[in-house]
């Protein structure tokens, strides 16, 4: 483990070397075992859908991963988004927090990973979940309308590649794990050194990519997402994906702080106060995507055209009607309700729980979107049949993510020492 300089509060009694770092070696086991476990889900998923075994489709086990990769992306996704809005407004209040901020975004490169196999398949494939990829449907005139948004400079022809977007990807690729390096590099050189103009270029540098960055987030969204139905269009998609990214960022790194509470870590440097704040943070993105998800809805049944509808009325069939009413519940009413009081969330044990309920109605949203797809062309949509494949899939993505963080976080020093704004967040009380 690096040895850390401390300046400033180094006196202070939160940030003594106990109560910030882990033992050397600490959660090592864990995480391997975590990720090793995953890494055999998600191929077994794979291979369940190459060879069919138990008549399981392809699609069926692409989907299943295909989830799990754009769930843990938006997590990552989320944190990354707050962690370059800190670092602009100088929230100091975060100071105490940001590190566990850097190491859930830190997740973001490898989730990009999970993308590229997934496209690398779909091109070997010829589509499969990917339909604009399929000959079959190469003369359907909405996909000859929107054929330069994939295939541009080429043409959409039998065994073309699909330029724009494999661009597209490798620019999200390549610029998010600029972001995320960069961002943690100039923290732990901070770590070292206390230099506070790290934080002044930290600060810069996101000036100008956090609109960029917003950019790459929507388009992401169109292309992992709203293409499996190329069909469909909504302007609001973006948002929608942004939405859940920040509400679900927010709670996993809310749960991560919470966890090293009970561990006996950062004592007196992440309070009631702060999850405090975190629960307000959770609370005001349950609320923005219920919004975003309704006004969404609401374009499109008033304006009732049928190629705009289709999203919807598969969605309002046996199966997916229920989950859809699930969320409404479970992403929406509940976590309102229960994070109302200013008590839940300034205590540990109940804003945990609620983490975890978000972490599961987070993948249940993104499970909602990519699902249904998987048998669309069929016309023969079994609903929920083979839940247990998507759980597989599913399941794996979030260990590898999950034992990832374990090591992230227990290799490194818990809290940003010598950011200028520690004796902000070290004091930080809230008065609303």
Avoid at 140 to 147: D, F, H, M
Avoid at 280 to 301: D, E, G, R
Avoid at 305 to 312: C, N, R, S, V, W
Avoid at 316 to 325: E, H, I, M, N, R
Wanted: glycine share 10%; hydrophobic share 55%; charged share 10%.
């Amino acid at each position: 483990m690096t040895a850390v300089s401390h300046t400033g509060m180094s006196h202070h009694p939160a940030l003594r070397s106990d109560n910030i770092t882990f033992a050397p070696g600490a959660g090592g086991g864990v995480s391997m075992g975590m990720m090793g476990l995953g890494l055999v889900l998600i191929i077994a998923t794979l291979g369940i859908g190459f060879t069919s075994a138990g008549h399981m489709p392809l699609a069926h086990a692409l989907a299943a991963v295909h989830v799990g990769v754009m769930s843990v992306a938006a997590i990552s996704i989320g944190a990354m988004f707050f962690l370059m809005v800190f670092h602009l407004t100088g929230a100091g209040w975060t100071a105490t927090l940001r590190r566990q901020f850097e190491n859930v975004a830190a997740f973001l490169p490898f989730a990009w990973i999970g993308m590229a196999v997934l496209l690398g398949i779909e091109l070997a494939k010829g589509g499969v979940q990917f339909a604009w990829l399929n000959t079959e449907h190469m003369q359907n005139p909405v996909l000859i309308a929107k054929s330069g948004f994939y295939y541009w400079p080429g043409k959409m022809q039998p065994g073309a590649l699909p330029l724009f977007f494999i661009l597209r990807t490798l620019i999200y690729g390549a610029f998010w794990t600029f972001l995320v390096t960069r961002l943690r590099s100039l923290s732990l050189q901070q770590d070292q050194t206390g230099d506070r103009a790290l934080t002044a270029k930290a600060k810069f540098m996101c000036a100008w990519a956090l609109p960029l960055f917003a950019l790459s987030i929507a388009f992401c969204a169109f292309d992992y997402l709203m293409s499996l139905d190329y069909s469909f269009f909504s302007t609001m998609w973006g948002v929608y994906y942004f939405a859940g990214a920040a509400f679900s960022g927010s709670a996993v790194v809310t749960l991560v702080l919470a966890r090293l509470v009970k561990a006996g870590k950062v004592q007196g440097a992440v309070t009631s106060e702060h999850f405090h704040d975190m629960g307000k943070l959770m609370f005001s993105f349950t609320v923005f995507w219920a919004y975003i998800s309704f006004c969404q809805y609401f374009l499109y049944w008033y304006a009732n055209i049928p190629e705009e509808t289709a999203f919807y009325v598969h969605r309002s069939g046996p199966g997916w009607k229920a989950l859809g009413v699930f969320l409404m519940i479970g992403h929406f009413g509940l976590p309102f309700v229960y994070l109302v009081s200013r008590v839940i969330k300034k205590n540990v044990n109940l804003i945990s729980l609620a983490c975890v309920w978000f972490i599961i109605v987070h993948v249940a949203d993104i499970f909602w979107i990519v699902r249904p797809m998987t048998y669309a062309a069929e016309g023969n949509d079994p609903g929920l049949s083979g839940i247990w494949l998507d759980l597989l899939g599913i399941g794996g993505m979030l260990l590898v993510f999950g034992g990832f963080l374990v090591k992230k976080v227990s290799s490194g020093v818990l809290v940003a020492v010598n950011d200028p704004y520690i004796e902000e967040g070290l004091e930080h009380r809230n008065y609303v």
